[in-house]
């Protein structure tokens, strides 16, 4: 985490703003997420997991399965990291497995693919374009560096979820939002 910079700060801030205070699961997301399973009962299982269930999945678990049961049993695992390892540990382990690209897993590699940086040295743009890659990493990677499109209306929202979280200053998100997005061409064979 040390070595993180602001990577930490920017994927709680797009993908767990509770991380610090649940015990694993969000209650509510996961309501609202058999809520739209209700409502769509043919349609996958999605939305509700915390970052520690991410890491459960990412860890345990065949993520192209979104049933009732896998839900469960990555919440099942997500307690017991909890139990176990902390928050600190399942924060740097999350970061440093998640998927960010095509090929890409860990937030070290993502940054040097993107922009030539270790990600200590990423900007709060940088960051935060990094953690929107999250939901659909793949596709997205494809947009901004095949189409050089980039999800800039997120990113700002994740600029400011980041000033919410006290990770950045209003200040200092605002110059963050007119900043450019220098994201380098993907290697060869991608």
Known sequence: LARAGLMPEAVIAAEDAGFWSHKGYDLAAIQEALDQKAAAPDAPLRGGSTLTQQLAKNLFLDGRDRTLVRKLREL??????????????????????????????GVGPAADAYFIKTPDRLTPREAAFLAVLLPSPRRLAERAWLAGRTPDARIDAVLDNMVDGKALTRARA?????????????PRGR
Not at 82 to 97: A, S
């Open 76 to 105: 099942l695992y997500a307690l017991e990291l909890e139990r176990t390892v902390g928050k600190e540990r399942i924060l740097e382990l999350y970061l440093n497995i998640v998927e960010l690209g095509p090929h890409l897993h």
């Open 174 to 186: 605002e110059q963050a939002k007119r900043a450019p997005l220098r994201i380098v061409p993907p």
